[in-house]
């Protein structure tokens, strides 16, 4: 192999496939990234696979003898990272040795890998379902939930976010158990079909990892949003394809909740109010909350059409904030964790909210008002003592 190509995009190319390599890989060929160049092609294709998460790209380059190695990403990233940007750079090998020579205008380097063949193959979809979906639209439906989505392993179904299509839209759900958002879309599919059958395809929902996640949504903010990307399912496999990148993850295994049935049907208290007063509001009583169980209050009174955010921080002081509201209902005091609220209203793209609940023990709902964003996001309420 000998590849001459720029220093930027390789260093660029690097950092994206290192994402996918594990920091505890089962198996030492899972620590390197490989390095694959094409003649033909002019281009040097860079793969990164955990066996979960897999993310691939290609840069051009101008190659002189194909071939393929797996090199350290941590060490052959840093050593790219550090060389001159305007310097251009050849990398090359010969079919017998297991090592790298890396030339930049500087100076030259050479690094051990190991046998490409030894890299375990990017699962790619040959059947299943393909669809194509809008990328803006895409990546606001995983951006509006991500956050609910539970860090116990323990919970491995909730550590990742429930994606369910029916030919036409998305609903994109994640809960971590005490609390659940939801999102509705319209419109996000510009395409679908089934790879082993022509008819319109049926229903279905996957559960994907939020880290994984994570990079997706990454990965769809580079995208061009005039162009649908490519999205296939099979056996528990998703594949996202753009231009120049892949991005391959495995399901999560199992069902996930009824969420549908956590959600009341009526309320008998509803209250709306600006929602970036209301934010404002929160984190300056999450500056003492913070200090002692990140619990706030909200006191109604009915009469003066005000709301009151409390927090009493044990041993270390106490603070309130008034904020006008439209109120229907009872005079009631409910309270929840802060940081809870703060995470769902910040991703609640409207003006005017609404909080809708039935009791202080029972759950809450926040959802837009006079808004085309169907978004639904339920807190369960801290019990406290008077």
């Known amino acids: 192999m000998k590849v001459n190509c720029s220093q930027a995009d390789l260093n660029t190319a690097l ?29 040097l294709r860079l793969t990164g696979f955990d066996l979960s998460l897999g993310i691939q790209t290609s840069i051009s380059a101008s190659i002189e003898k194909s071939g393929a190695i797996t090199l350290p990403a941590k060490l052959f990233g840093e050593i790219v990272s550090k060389l001159s940007n305007d310097s251009p750079l050849v990398l090359t090998s010969d079919e017998s040795s297991q090592q790298v020579e890396l030339t930049s205008k500087s100076g030259t380097y050479q690094v051990r890998g190991m046998l490409a063949d030894d890299f375990p193959d990017l699962p790619l979809v040959e059947s299943g379902t393909s669809l194509k979906l809008n990328p803006l639209l895409l990546s606001n439906a995983i951006r509006s939930t991500l956050f609910a989505s539970s860090t116990d392993d323990a919970k491995q179904l909730l550590t990742g976010v429930n994606l369910t299509f029916d030919g036409y839209g998305i609903e994109s759900a994640a809960t971590d158990g005490h609390r659940l958002a939801v999102l509705n879309l319209n419109n996000i599919l510009s395409e679908s079909r089934d790879l082993n059958n022509t008819s319109e395809i049926n229903k279905f929902s996957i559960t994907l990892p939020s880290k994984s996640l994570r990079e997706v949504e990454k990965f769809l903010s580079a995208c061009d949003i005039s162009q649908p990307i490519n999205f296939f399912i099979d056996k528990g496999q998703v594949v996202f394809i753009s231009v120049d990148e892949i991005i391959t993850i495995r399901a999560l295994e199992g069902s996930y909740p009824n969420y549908s049935q956590l959600l009341p049907e009526n309320f008998s ?56 509201v439209t109120f229907k209902g009872e005079s009631f005091q409910i309270a929840f964790n802060v940081r809870y609220l703060l995470d769902g209203l910040k991703v609640l793209d409207s003006n005017i909210i609404k909080l809708s609940c039935n009791a202080p023990t029972t759950p809450a709902v926040f959802s837009p008002v006079n808004s085309d964003i169907n978004f639904t996001y339920l807190v369960m309420p801290i019990q406290i003592r008077n």
């Open 269 to 324: 208290n509803v209250l709306e109010f600006d929602r970036k007063e209301f934010i404002a509001s929160l984190e300056r009583v999450a500056v003492l909350a913070d200090q002692h169980n990140n619990v706030i209050k909200i006191t109604t009174d009915s009469s003066a059409k005000l709301i009151k955010i409390s927090t009493d921080a044990q041993d270390i002081g106490t603070g309130y904030e008034s904020l006008p």
């Open 15 to 43: 950092q994206l496939v290192s994402r996918a390599v594990s920091n505890r890989p089962t198996h030492p060929v899972l620590a390197n990234v490989l390095l694959a160049a094409d003649e033909v092609t002019g281009k």
